[in-house]
């Protein structure tokens, strides 16, 4: 039985052959090297993900990238397949199949269109999460700077078992700023480099 209050992360490198990917391995070292993860970190099974960022790109240039969902497996780390189904006014269904190491999951969304200013992906039913959410946001940017938006991003999860949790947690932040980075340099592919060099405005793990 665990005791005490913190749990030292070296604790975590018994993880190490799963991580042969470069971002992990050096996402593992900075974990390393950081402070501890809390014993209560270790009992949540839920995880939740916040940024605001002023970008230099429009609203509808993020969007057409962010609902082009048919081609995430090109473009979006881990994704490896994506379907789009039963269409309606509102937006679509879209099974996707998301694999990581250790982890892989194969999973059907409600996807919710709301152009351009919202795109939100919402799913109850996967075989390792209870609830997993994902939403970005777009508002105008700077008014002198119509190629500008700011942009909110959430992704919000629950894992059915806590040790898929407690996987997740060591590699949460890396995998989801390389998904952010992988929609903008997408963008940046359609359209050409940005108006303005990007800025985060606030962002927040729990």
């Keep these: 039985m665990l005791k005490g209050s913190t749990l030292k992360a070296l604790d975590v490198r018994i993880l190490k052959p799963f991580i042969e990917i470069r971002g992990f391995q050096q996402h593992f070292g900075s974990i390393a090297n950081r402070s501890y993860i809390t014993f ?6 839920n ?39 039963s269409q309606d006014n509102s937006g679509f269904k879209a099974d996707l199949i998301v694999g990581f190491p250790p982890l892989n999951e194969a999973y059907t969304s409600r996807v919710s269109l709301n152009p351009p200013q919202l795109v939100r992906s919402e799913c109850h039913d996967g075989r390792l999460f209870n609830y997993l959410l994902n939403e970005w946001r777009f508002s ?4 002198d700077i119509p190629d500008s938006c700011v942009l909110d991003f ?9 040790l898929h949790s407690n996987v997740a947690n060591i590699f949460f932040d890396l995998i989801c700023d390389q998904m952010e980075n992988a929609f903008i340099q997408e963008v940046r592919r359609r359209n050409g480099p940005p108006s303005i060099r990007s800025h985060v405005l606030t962002s927040r793990r729990s």
């Design 140 to 143: 105008p940017g700077l008014k």
């Design 40 to 45: 209560n970190d270790l009992r949540n099974k």
């Design 47 to 85: 995880r939740r993900y916040t940024k605001k960022e002023l970008v230099g790109y429009s609203m509808q240039d993020m969007y057409d990238v962010v609902s082009d969902v048919s081609n995430y497996f090109r473009f979006v780390p881990y994704v490896k397949r994506s379907d789009v189904h």
């Design 154 to 162: 959430k992704v919000t999860f629950e894992f059915k078992s806590l």
